[in-house]
């Protein structure tokens, strides 16, 4: 059995600061042993939580595709998501829809998949990429100033070594 064809875990969360406010997405994609395959960040501008969440599970579920991945368990801490994406809850907001649609296209590309909620403490590796991603915007800045551009991904590879600051 090739790797893109073992089950692979994606964690994804998002996060929002203020909720309305500044927003980030982090997913993080394990291999079928535990190891790192990617982490992934994304600044969102200013989102709501749920907002956030979505583009979370989007982000992981776009790197897990690239990779040629067929087998996916997805966790999340968001039980609205889950519920949505499972079909039991109804989507009311219409910022959520075309999240949720986009979502559910991706998830359906995989042959094999899954997707179910998680307590938050199992969830903390993903939570804690999607506040690098506000983090690293400078959106918290004092001065209220967003220094990065909303919409900009970033992944990091195990044995990558982290981006280099500039200044």
């Given at each position: 059995m090739s790797d893109a064809e073992r089950r692979h875990v994606l964690y994804a969360d998002g996060a929002a600061r203020g909720n309305p406010g500044p927003a980030g997405a982090g997913a993080l994609l394990l291999d079928d042993r535990g190891n790192v395959v990617a982490e992934l960040t994304k600044f969102l501008g200013h989102a709501t939580n749920n907002v956030a969440e979505y583009n979370g599970l989007i982000l992981g579920l776009e790197?897990?595709?690239?990779?040629?991945?067929?087998?996916?368990?997805v966790r999340l801490d968001s039980l609205l998501v889950v519920e949505q994406m499972c079909g039991r809850w109804k989507i009311k907001h219409p910022r959520l829809q075309p999240l949720a649609r986009h979502a559910g296209e991706l998830l359906a590309k995989f042959p094999r998949h899954e997707i179910r909620h998680v307590p938050r403490?199992?969830?903390t590796r993903a939570d804690a990429l999607s506040n690098r991603a506000i983090d690293a915007s400078g959106a918290d800045a004092?001065?209220?100033?967003v220094a990065g551009a909303a919409g900009g991904a970033q992944a990091r590879v195990a044995g990558d070594s982290p981006p280099a600051k500039s200044g």
């Open positions: 790197e897990a595709l690239r990779r040629g991945i067929r087998d996916i368990d403490e199992e969830n004092p001065t209220g100033g």
